[in-house]
């Protein structure tokens, strides 16, 4: 029987089905940081457990540290006393069991998505699990790649395995040449847009397309990762030469390794008679740059589109919309070019990667960041992203035009460290989530890409990118 | 949960949220994420619409500007058993947190169109029972609760919703979910049983694909 890619992978680490629909999945790699990891080592702790395997597991910690750190930074020094207790509970974690750490000072320290496949850790038809949504980033290199919850964290420590339901497959097939100004962000955001928020639930998503095949990895990245805003927590992309070239300079296998790994990466893909339970086909020539507008992933349009009119909408969804446009702030009539915008975020496990903000630094060479903007920052994802960054002159061309260069972390994606907005500022986000409070009470929230962000910092508002 | 006559039951207070697409930062901000402990969420459920002012890890109910009309604010839906709301309860983060915080405030059970997936998988780890009905369904008792009728009752043994005893609706949950609630079972020891088939899956992928375990 033909299978699709997501089937492969299932039975290549299916280890046992159980008395239900679930199975027990052997899991390669489980990345931990300081969030949702403390209450499973208490757990593990207190039934006398220690790590199935040690060296499947890599931590770091990036949701509460500080990104104005400079050198020297130690864990001690982060000023939020409650922060500071769960940082030092990962330190005090990993030491205890020997489980191999990233700390606050080492220079591969950063957001765990963007470590784990830039150090190597992340390889094709891994199964790969971290207490955080946005695992799903390292399905652009051919993973199962899932977010859990803490109690699985725990199993997964204990046991080296995950009691899972298996999928249904979709597959999203993107063909055809972007238009000038519009990146996989967009893309991704369109879908999200089309399909929904619950589009995906029970769902792996495979993305496929000629325009996938000619994307780089770090584009790839940003489409799985967003893949849980459209509902599914599984997304992913077959290997290819992309996936090779990326990982050969990336990994730290032997070359007798990876010779032999490269054979068995190659038969991860889709077979061409494989049935999904769901296709979607889209031609991303048609689409325009993406800005979201209200407080979930969905509620996103053309930069240019007019705003949802609530006397134009069906019932069901108009309380919603009424409810977002309440909290956004948005008065009819009302277009995202007329927002005046007080904050720029560019960062997080979407859009912190080299790529993205050599796409900012040439957007905004030479040219200011608007008056009217308070705040405009620039948050690499890791150590490694910020030293190439310089070693690039990046760093300089952002703080000649005013923004500023800070230290790896997650940052303003999410209210757990120093950067957050103040009630009622609007920001415009690299990041994933325009939820509600997400980047600070009351905050407001405007998704887009890399580049709308750029140009957002310099004019002030949503401009035409063309 | 309870028992009554031969029956396992939830019964209570419905609170009703008519929102879709309630994430799970709605349900617990990231600021309480900050703490190490797996319980004492129950104060910071749906913080951001239960209160007036901005909240901290540490600072409770009592310290906090309670927003009067948010429901969980108003009696009896302040000890509420069951939440009523719309589709994908429960999208965005994979915090279990917030599970914990419906638990620790005496949520028993969600009823939704919708779940998120993570969201759904949590929740049979710490006893809240996700139900998933029809958005018909779901329309019907949101329509029911605004002519004032306030309680339901879950039978987790014929998985059937009633009110008043007469019976509404019957849902699907699978079996080994539901005794996972029921009787508290700890995924980590049921998995250790198979702790030789793990063993021997390992070795075989060790030699199999050894690139997996290269940093070892």
Redesign the interface.
């Known amino acids: 029987m033909p299978k699709t890619l997501y089937d492969k992978l299932w039975e290549e680490h299916h280890i046992t089905t159980l008395e239900s629909s679930e199975s027990l999945l052997y899991i390669d790699r489980q990345y931990l940081h300081e969030v949702t990891s403390p209450q499973a080592f208490e757990g593990l702790t207190k039934k006398g457990l220690t790590p199935w395997r040690l060296n499947a597991n890599i931590a770091t910690p990036d949701h509460n540290v500080p990104t104005e750190r400079g050198k020297s930074f130690q864990t001690e020094n982060i000023l939020d006393e409650i922060s500071k207790i769960q940082v030092v509970e990962l330190d005090k974690n990993c030491n205890k069991f020997g489980i191999k750490q990233f700390d606050i000072t080492s220079v591969n320290q950063g957001i765990v998505h963007v470590i784990g496949p830039e150090l190597g850790y992340t390889l094709p038809g891994m199964t790969i699990v971290c207490g955080d949504s946005h695992t799903s980033t390292h399905g652009a290199f051919g993973c199962l790649a899932m977010g859990i919850g803490t109690s699985e964290v725990e199993h997964v420590l204990a046991t080296q395995t995950l009691k899972v339901s298996k999928l249904k497959n979709m597959n999203v097939r993107f063909n055809g040449n972007p238009q000038s100004g519009v990146t996989s962000k967009d893309i991704v955001l369109y879908l999200i847009g089309k399909i929904g928020t619950s589009g995906g639930n029970g769902h792996a998503i495979e993305f496929s397309g000629s325009y996938i095949e000619s994307i780089s990895m770090e584009a790839r990245m940003t489409i799985c990762n967003m893949s849980i805003e459209a509902g599914a927590k599984v997304g992913l992309i077959a290997p290819d030469a992309t996936t090779i070239e990326y990982v050969k300079n990336h990994s730290q296998l032997s070359e007798e390794e990876f010779d032999s790994a490269c054979i068995h990466w190659s038969k991860l893909i889709s077979d061409t008679e494989a049935v999904f339970d769901k296709e979607i086909e889209i031609d991303v020539s048609l689409i325009k740059p993406q800005v979201t507008w209200g407080t979930s992933p969905e509620m996103v349009i053309d930069f240019d589109e007019d705003i949802p009119d609530l006397n134009n909408i069906e019932a069901e969804n108009k309380r919603n919309i009424e409810l977002a446009k309440q909290y956004m702030g948005i008065e009819e009539n009302q277009k995202l070019t007329d927002l005046k915008f007080d904050k720029v975020f560019i960062g997080s496990c979407t859009n912190s990667r080299i790529e993205d903000l050599r796409e900012v630094a040439k957007a905004v060479d030479g040219k200011s960041v608007s008056d009217t903007i308070v705040e405009a920052i620039v948050v690499p994802g890791s150590g490694l992203v910020k030293e190439q960054a310089e070693s690039e002159g990046l760093d300089i061309i952002f703080q000649k035009a005013g923004f500023i260069w800070r230290d790896p972390g997650c940052s303003m994606c999410l209210g757990m460290n120093p950067d957050q907005l103040k009630p009622y500022e609007r920001c415009a986000s690299t990041s994933n989530r325009n939820f509600e409070g997400r980047q600070g009470n009351l905050g407001r929230t405007h998704l887009m890409s890399p580049l709308m962000a750029a140009l957002t910092a310099v004019n002030g508002r949503v401009v035409d990118p063309s | 949960m309870k028992i009554e006559g031969n029956e396992l039951i939830i019964s209570g207070v419905v609170a009703s949220i008519?929102?879709?697409?309630i994430?799970t930062?709605?349900i617990i901000?990231?600021?309480y994420?900050?703490?190490?402990?797996?319980y004492g969420f129950e104060d910071y459920l749906f913080d951001?619409w239960r209160y007036l002012d901005?909240g901290k890890?540490?600072v409770l109910k009592g310290d906090r500007q309670q927003n009067p009309d948010f429901i969980l604010n108003k009696v009896p839906f302040d000890k509420a058993t069951i939440l009523l709301t719309r589709?994908?309860f429960g999208?965005?983060?994979?915090?279990?947190?917030a599970?914990w915080a419906l638990r620790d405030f005496g949520i028993k059970a969600v009823i939704a169109s919708?779940?998120?997936?993570?969201f759904y998988?949590?929740c049979f780890?710490?006893g809240v029972l996700p139900i998933r009905l029809s958005k018909d369904q779901i329309d019907n008792l949101f329509k029911a609760f605004d002519k004032g009728f306030t309680e339901l009752t879950v039978s987790l043994d014929s998985k059937k919703i009633s009110q008043n005893e007469t019976e509404l609706y019957s849902f699907e949950v699978?079996?080994?979910?539901l005794e996972r609630i029921i009787y508290g079972l700890d995924?980590?020891?049921m998995?250790?049983k198979?702790?030789e088939?793990?063993m021997s899956?390992?070795q075989i992928?060790k030699k199999e694909?050894?690139?997996?375990?290269?940093?070892?």
């Open positions: 008519d929102r879709d697409n994430d930062d709605q901000p990231t600021e994420l900050k703490s190490i402990k797996k951001g901005d890890l540490g589709d994908n999208c965005g983060s994979s915090r279990e947190h599970v919708s779940f998120g997936d993570i998988n949590n780890k710490n699978e079996d080994n979910l995924d980590v020891d998995t250790l198979f702790k088939k793990i899956f390992e992928r694909k050894p690139w997996i375990f290269s940093n070892e």
